[in-house]
């Protein structure tokens, strides 16, 4: 109905730069809300940055100032700008989207398969 496909994750040295992208494609009716969530060994998946209805952003704590979330809605891609990068950014990052397919006549959540980020000297 709905696949997310991410790229951009790698091993980057603390203080460095990373961008993530994720391009859904499918049979998508609308989208409410898109975004990113990572999860790291030992700690709960937990909401990165997303867009939600209206194009209104949020940021986790952790991360405000240092990431950016942007979009190109004609492509329905969404991308995560992660500068200053720490040893605890270590995760898997995880596209995700809350949207409405043909198939189904309610919205649900879809999970790009994850990409890691690894922050080390």
């Known amino acids: 109905q709905v696949q997310l496909v991410e790229s951009g994750g790698g091993l980057v040295q603390p203080g460095g730069s990373l961008r993530l992208s994720c391009a859904a494609s499918?049979?998508?009716?609308?989208?409410?809300?898109m975004g990113w969530y990572r999860q790291a060994p030992g700690k709960q998946r937990e909401l990165v940055a997303v867009?939600?209805?209206?194009?209104?952003?949020n940021y986790a704590d952790s991360v405000k100032g240092r990431f950016t979330i942007s979009r190109d809605n004609a492509k329905n891609t969404v991308y995560l700008q992660m500068n200053s990068l720490k040893p605890e950014d270590t995760s898997v990052y995880y596209c995700?989207?809350?949207?409405?397919?043909?198939?189904?006549?309610?919205?649900?959540?879809?999970w790009g398969q994850g990409t890691q980020v690894t922050v080390s000297s």
């Open positions: 867009f939600t209805s209206g194009g209104r952003t």
């Open positions: 995700n989207t809350n949207a409405v397919a043909l198939a189904t006549p309610w919205s649900r959540d879809y």
């Open positions: 499918g049979s998508i009716l609308s989208i409410n809300a």
